[in-house]
């Protein structure tokens, strides 16, 4: 079973950077996208970020300019710099790896912005 495993979350203010990462725990192959998701309390899910195997990224408007997400193929790996945090930023953040038959997902790191 492969797993999906996230750090680099934690407490920061406003303003502050952080820096994801989400390696997978062995080789994926055929990933098409690696992504990034967050849920704040009460709210649904939605894509932060997202990166395909050609290299093109799309990310929600309210990150853009302070997001940055980025893969390691060979690593199976993908990052996301967020910078200009703002409590707004608060959430449970979940990397997802997609394949054209299976999506595995992180178990989910907690990003709190806070002064």
Not at 67 to 76: C, G, H, L, P
Not at 78 to 98: G, H, I, W
Request: net charge positive; charged share 15%.
């Amino acid at each position: 079973q492969v797993q999906l495993v996230e750090s680099g979350g934690g407490l920061v203010q406003p303003g502050g950077s952080l820096r994801l990462s989400c390696a997978a725990s062995r080789k994926i192959f055929g990933i098409n996208s690696m992504g990034w998701y967050r849920q704040a309390p009460g709210k649904q899910r939605e894509l932060v970020a997202a990166a395909s195997s050609g290299g093109n990224t799309n990310y929600a408007d309210s990150v853009k300019g302070r997001f940055t997400i980025s893969r390691d193929n060979a690593k199976n790996t993908v990052y996301l710099q967020m910078n200009s945090l703002k409590p707004e930023d608060t959430a449970v953040y979940s990397c997802n790896f997609r394949t054209r038959l299976s999506d595995f997902w992180g178990q989910g790191t907690q990003v709190t912005v806070s002064s």
